[in-house]
């Protein structure tokens, strides 16, 4: 439905756009953004020294938390196509003099992580914007420890009652946010990981994903 060429563009104008981009999230999360990134972290597991992937980590969002989990002898790297995302998430590094944070540009599908590398993998509104979404999860199952754990923060169609608002959604945030409501992703993860964790929140819109390797 997308190429990396169209999400490039979408995320140079969202990277560029920092203030536009964060009210956005206001709505995405329907007020529930930081307590859902939250949630996310916190069942993955991470300790002092953890090795972590924030993959299509955007403008950083996720650091904070990561950084308090993992501490100065720990970890972070931040990964995203988009180089005008980097940018931000590297002023955002650079503002609270976090020095174990890696950024690399690129393509999730072709990760340049060594195999089992890292004790975590995690994903917010990431892997429904790439394209070869497929190879993107096979990727991270392959640089994850025996064990390590990989968790997905993403986003469908209502459920019930609140599918009313499904077709408003749909050309919105595939326009603004190169969002492929087709994609299967949780089917796909549950036959790639064990142990799968499941929560679903804003009437079944927002979705926490968590599976072991």
């Known amino acids: 439905m997308f190429n990396l060429g169209l999400v490039s563009k979408i995320y140079w104008f969202w990277g560029k756009s920092t ?3 964060n009210l956005s999230n206001l709505l995405t999360y329907l007020g529930k953004e930081q307590c859902l990134r939250e949630r996310l972290i916190s069942q993955l597991n991470l300790k002092a020294r953890s090795t972590v992937l924030d993959l299509a980590c955007g403008n950083g969002s996720n650091f904070k938390l990561i950084e308090k989990y993992i501490g100065k002898r720990g970890h972070l790297y931040g990964f995203d ?6 940018s931000s998430a590297k002023k955002r590094a650079e503002q609270h ?3 174990n944070i890696y950024l690399k ?3 999730a599908a072709e990760l340049p992580y060594n195999d089992n590398n890292f004790d975590a993998v995690l994903s917010t509104l990431g892997i429904s914007a790439i394209p070869e979404f497929k190879s993107a999860l096979d990727q991270s199952y392959r640089i994850l420890r025996e064990g390590g754990k990989m968790g997905i923060l993403d986003a469908q169609l209502f ?6 608002f499904n077709l408003p959604i749909k050309i919105i945030y595939s326009i603004g946010a190169a969002w492929d409501y087709t994609k299967n992703i949780i089917g ?4 790639r990981f064990k142990n799968v964790q499941l929560e679903k929140y804003n009437g079944g819109t927002m979705y926490i994903l968590i599976g072991q390797k």
Do not use: C, P
């Open 19 to 21: 203030t536009i981009y």
């Open 81 to 86: 196509y988009s180089y005008q995302m980097l």
């Open 97 to 99: 003099f976090w020095d």
């Open 105 to 107: 540009q690129g393509d």
């Open 159 to 164: 459920e019930g009652k609140w599918r009313i």
């Open 188 to 191: 796909e993860f549950k036959t």
